[in-house]
């Protein structure tokens, strides 16, 4: 890792993004490059390696849907970003060469290129780092790959250990389609020397395009090292061209993270039955079950488990909590108001739902068909079935009956509902708002409360139970 530092401290790094593509075989409105994988637009894969890498700056080369494309990345990137973000326009697309001649005019002639695609999200950073040490500020650098069956493909052609060429598939003599090394359309290459070079590119070739791989005879004509960096991971220079492809590569992405868990000690019921769609910080003896999709910024406490078909976004889940199967867990970002916590031991669901703002304390019951919107749960307290709580403070030990919910709206604004420690709400009740439940009191089933309680007392709000003997029920004419 050492050397890489280095290389970056001579020379600095700038990106250049290939996503001008239109996709026809994805069959879509939506330009290919935004399509997700694990809950992100390929291309933001791709920027994100780049800022793993440390970028100076990175140009994205858009065409098809630009406007789209352009829009999506710079609302996600935002203005936090370590690197200068450019956008550069191909228009028409006459080949990979005419794509990266669109950034010569933001590309600085201190710095080293690395040359990505925006549809060919999953290559690591560590074998770009491998790569652009092998490029050592001088050289042409190439990321290839060994195929048993190398057809569409840049064959790589040898003299010996040195690169001579690429050869494209469709001006390949049968003897150069033999070759099993391909090129994966990564580079890494000195600025200066990658413009001078695309000036000299035509397009006479089978395609009539201006292909980025005839730089390489430029290279070797120049006298300049040509060297490969190969790579034997097929899933890090796998491109997305159509829906069957990108669902290949979302389940390798998925195999990839369900294996980092395990090796952490996190046990999975099956691997190949988790989604990962965000990050996912997990304590010791974390168990999950199948079929579990997690989002945003998700953490697990030790011991923590969770049931067969949860789908859980933005979130902190304490230690030894449980969440039942079927749960709904939609929180904002962690820190923030909206953020969902679900405290040590808390036992929630099955068919739960904790939406932005639910914050559960140690020993939390939130039971089947229970919905917690902007509200916090002290200690013990219950809510075990058929109910909801919205803009809600509710204190420990709180018993919160079947069926009865806050009425926190008023068609205009939110009010918040107070229920105080060891109050006991019995079923069917509504909580108008605003609203204060004074500590140890009880609420009778069925009762509408629209002002404040005192401490310890028992509230009954319903109307007179009435019964008329002998009634009958309406009859429809014969």
């Not at 809950?39 to 100076?56: F, I, K, P, S, Y």
């Not at 099993?180 to 089978?206: C, F, H």
């Not at 960096?229 to 390798?252: F, M, T, W, Y």
């Not at 997690?294 to 969440?323: H, K, M, P, T, Y």
Request: net charge neutral.
């Amino acid at each position: 890792m050492t050397g890489t530092l280095d290389i970056f401290s001579v020379k600095p790094l700038d990106v250049v993004i290939m996503a001008a593509g239109k996709g026809t075989r994805m069959k879509s409105k939506l330009p290919k490059v935004l399509h997700q994988l694990a809950g992100r637009a390929l291309l933001q894969h791709v920027v994100d390696t780049a800022a793993e890498l440390q970028a100076r700056q990175v140009t994205v080369i858009t065409g098809h849907g630009a406007i789209e494309v352009e829009a999506a990345l710079a609302v996600n990137t935002g203005a936090t970003s370590q690197f200068d973000l450019n956008f550069v326009r191909q228009e028409p697309q006459l080949g990979t060469g005419h794509a990266v001649q669109q950034a010569v005019p933001v590309l600085r002639d201190d710095g080293v290129v690395v040359v990505l695609s925006g549809d060919v999200p999953l290559t690591q950073a560590d074998t770009l780092q491998q790569l652009i040490a092998a490029c050592a500020g001088t050289k042409l650098a190439l990321l290839t790959i060994d195929f048993a069956d190398p057809n569409g493909y840049g064959r790589i052609v040898r003299e010996g250990d040195t690169v001579k060429a690429i050869v494209e598939q469709k001006d390949a003599t049968p003897e150069q389609r033999r070759i099993t090394e391909v090129y994966s359309g990564i580079m890494a290459v000195p600025a200066v020397l990658l413009k001078q070079w695309l000036t000299r590119l035509d397009n006479q070739n089978a395609q009539g395009e201006y292909y980025l791989t005839d730089i390489v005879k430029f290279a070797v004509a120049d006298g300049l090292p040509v060297v490969a960096h190969k790579i034997a991971d097929a899933v890090q220079v796998a491109g997305v061209n159509s829906p069957v492809q990108l669902a290949e590569l979302e389940r390798a992405y998925q195999k990839r993270i369900a294996l980092q868990l395990m090796e952490q000690g996190v046990r999975l019921a099956d691997p190949a039955r988790l989604d990962v769609r965000g990050s996912l910080q997990c304590g010791q003896d974390v168990s999950i079950d199948v079929n579990c999709v997690f989002e945003g910024q998700v953490s697990l406490g030790e011991g923590a488990r969770v049931g067969a078909n949860c789908v859980i976004r933005d979130a902190v889940i304490g230690a030894g909590a449980v969440i039942h199967p079927f749960t709904h867990i939609e929180g904002g970002k962690p820190g923030g108001k909206d953020a969902v916590e679900v405290g040590a031991g808390a036992l929630i669901g099955p068919f739960a739902r904790l939406r932005p703002g639910a914050k559960l304390g140690a020993e939390v019951h939130i039971g089947n068909f229970v919905e917690v919107k902007n509200s916090t749960l002290a200690k013990g307290a219950k809510a075990n079935h058929l109910a909801y709580l919205g803009d809600a403070t509710v204190g420990e030990r709180v018993n919160y009956g079947a069926g009865s919910i806050t009425a926190n709206y008023d068609g205009a604004y939110k009010h918040r509902t107070v229920i105080e420690a060891d109050v006991h709400i019995g079923s069917n009740c509504v909580l108008v708002a605003p609203v204060t439940i004074g500590a140890g009191g009880t609420v009778g089933g069925g009762s509408t409360v629209t002002k404040d309680t005192a401490p310890l007392a028992l509230t009954v709000a319903r109307a007179r139970q009435i019964s008329i003997a002998n009634w009958k029920r309406p009859q429809k004419a014969k």
